[in-house]
């Protein structure tokens, strides 16, 4: 696999809505791939496809449970409340308070054009609204409450 290029908050893309995924071809199975890593390379818990140059509906998400696929993502269920800090690898060395669904269930299809629902509470029902927000050409920092303030890394994190 290999590491794609990352676009950043201001890149037209991150606004489009992406189109639905109809069949899986090879290419599809090297982006999801690809994807994984560029996600893992960048330390991130989630990547969704327009963050790097595709407009299609698929994210990943690995919030240290293992990765999830999701093709064609839909929340069919959330609830409760959760306010917390939230940062993107589109906006990097940014954060800002966000409030998001405590609870979120989805539907979609895996890697496989496979159908399943996951529950997700916390940091994962966060990341699903997040991704599943860039596929709508939705960015966190339009819904940040209070402003956003740099983020500074210790080294080695």
Do not use: W
Not at 16 to 24: I, S
Not at 35 to 43: A, I, K, Q
Not at 50 to 68: A, F, H, S, T
């Amino acid at each position: 696999m290999a590491l794609r290029k990352m676009r950043y908050e201001g890149d037209p893309v991150l606004n489009k809505v992406a189109k639905e995924v109809k069949e899986l071809t090879p290419r599809t199975k090297e982006l999801i791939g690809d994807m994984l890593d560029t996600m893992y390379h960048e330390n991130g818990v989630g990547l969704a496809a327009p963050q790097v140059g595709i407009l299609k509906r698929i994210c990943v998400i690995d919030v240290g449970e293992g990765p999830y696929v999701f093709i064609n993502p839909e929340i069919i269920e959330s609830s409760g409340i959760q306010t917390g800090e939230e940062g993107c690898l589109s906006v990097p060395g940014k954060s800002g308070v966000v409030t998001r669904p405590n609870y979120v269930k989805a539907r979609a299809l895996d890697q496989n054009m496979n159908p399943f629902e996951v529950e997700g509470t916390e940091l994962f029902a966060r990341a699903m609204c997040h991704e599943f927000d860039h596929l709508d050409g939705h960015l966190y920092i339009e819904k940040v409450e209070g402003g956003l303030k740099d983020v500074v890394y210790e080294e080695g994190e």
